[in-house]
């Protein structure tokens, strides 16, 4: 896939997940949000930067002191955006380790959706801004530690483009829930979680529909997300969906 194309999902995708503090190093995106998740946490090399050796290593140990000093480890996310091309050797050196492979996917909403067999006592409720029903499903769902609770609300609450939060719910309780962020005509899925006690069911199938029509719905063209290498479930689910990866990234981490 071209670089114009990676950049404006990568864009969208810092978009749809802001972080509390964010800084421009020449071409660099520096972002920190109390340590909830590596998006949020992490240096973005999204436009041409200097490749000096003797500049990288001043920038990097620049960036590294950053989150030292908010007591968090530095890390780098790595797409083929990364320019110079040899970040990604020049931190594994340092003793940067490699995690959380990702691929990104994408798919076309110009035809209509086959909706799935109907749920016996089940309906979606979608919400386009968050409700603490949505977040303590989210949360159940996902596990999600308290002490992380409060920084992983105010990137909810700080999204910019039009949010569709979704809860699939089955005889009365909720068993899925996701999260989509629309931005012109491009759609991103993030927070898709089932129940731990209800998976296997088909209740993703019901609740990515919903977030693809409604997206639709909006005029949305195409939707994309991320998925981690090691998450076959998921991967199997995107792919009964339609969705093809286009490029991947990984994160640098320092030990």
Not at 44 to 68: C, D, Q, T
Not at 167 to 179: D, F, I, K, N
């Amino acid at each position: 896939m071209s670089n114009p194309v990676i950049r404006i999902i990568e864009e969208a995708s810092l978009n749809a997940w802001p972080a509390r503090q964010q800084l421009v190093d020449g071409g660099w995106l520096i972002r920190f949000n109390d340590g909830y998740t590596r998006r949020a946490n992490s240096v973005n090399p999204i436009h041409p930067s200097e490749s000096g050796e003797w500049e990288l290593l001043k920038r990097v140990a620049k960036w590294e002191r950053f989150y030292g000093e908010r007591g968090r480890p530095a890390i780098f996310k790595i797409t083929p955006l990364v320019q110079p091309l040899h970040l990604d050797t020049f931190l594994a050196e340092r003793g940067y380790r490699y995690e959380a492979p990702t691929g990104v996917r994408i798919r076309t909403l110009a035809e209509a959706l086959t909706p799935p067999a109907s749920l016996p006592d089940g309906h979606a409720v979608v919400e386009s801004t968050l409700s603490d029903v949505w977040l303590e499903s989210y949360t159940a769902f996902s596990a999600t530690p308290p002490e992380t609770l409060a920084p992983m609300r105010a990137i909810l609450d700080n999204i910019a483009p039009a949010c569709c939060y979704v809860t699939q719910w089955v005889g009365g309780v909720p068993v899925a829930s996701g999260l989509g962020v629309l931005e012109g005509a491009l759609f991103g899925l993030y927070d898709i979680v089932t129940s731990p006690a209800q998976r296997g069911k088909g209740y993703g199938v019901h609740l990515l529909h919903t977030l693809l029509a409604w997206a639709r719905e909006q005029g949305a063209s195409h939707a994309y997300l991320a998925v981690m290498d090691d998450n076959a479930p998921a991967l199997r689910l995107y792919d009964k969906w339609g969705f093809v990866e286009v490029y991947k990234y990984w994160y640098r981490v320092r030990e």
